[in-house]
């Protein structure tokens, strides 16, 4: 008699994260990039936080503005570059609604007038999600780019209207959702 096993391995996630993928000419400014939010069946985000990730040779990334779906769930984006290739990007809000899929922020890409013809990877990193309760949502990332062709037609408008300057309270209760260090919560910035 013989036996046989099989194992199988399933990965569930609650939530994707996702930066898209566009194309831009040497010399563009603000080409937005969308970074976009997928959910699993009952699964719920109501606010977020991720890195852009980025070579700052051929790219500059000075702007980072609400997406449809969070601006939907009245929520408030902030971002602060950390440095010359990672800027953070928190988007909350002072209510429980969560978010509904979809483009959640589009980062403001700059890309250099000597730019190689290449694809520019975008990465998101040091992702947090959290559920209307305050509860971290299991996520998977998947990372796009910037697609650097002479002659290429780019997205250079912002998509959708204009990106709120977050207000200090709205900050507050992002770092204390997070579980980040309180001095960061009266305004100082990391150094």
């Known amino acids: 008699m013989m036996w046989s096993v099989v194992l199988t ?75 010359p290739d990672t800027v953070r990007v928190v988007i909350a809000g002072l209510n429980q609604a969560a978010i509904p899929e979809g483009p959640v922020a589009h980062a403001l890409f700059d890309v250099d007038a000597t730019a190689p013809e290449e694809l520019t990877v975008v990465t998101l990193g040091y992702v947090v999600l959290s559920d209307p309760f305050g509860s971290q949502v299991d996520s998977e990332v998947v990372s796009g780019g910037v697609d650097v062709k002479i002659g290429a037609t780019s997205g250079c408008n912002s998509p959708g209207g204009s990106g709120p300057d977050a207000a200090l309270l709205g900050m507050v209760v992002v770092v204390l959702a997070f579980g980040m260090d309180r001095r960061y919560a009266a305004g100082e910035r990391r150094r």
Do not use: M, R
Not at 18 to 41: I, M, R, Y
């Open 9 to 83: 391995y399933t990965a569930c996630f609650g939530a994707t994260l996702t930066a898209g993928e566009v194309p831009a000419a040497p010399g563009s400014q603000g080409v937005a990039l969308p970074v976009s939010l997928a959910l699993d069946a009952g699964e719920d985000v109501a606010s977020l936080q991720f890195d852009v990730l980025f070579d700052d040779v051929p790219l500059a990334l000075p702007q980072v503005i609400i997406g449809s779906a969070a601006k939907n769930a009245e929520k408030e984006l902030s971002f602060f570059a950390l440095g």
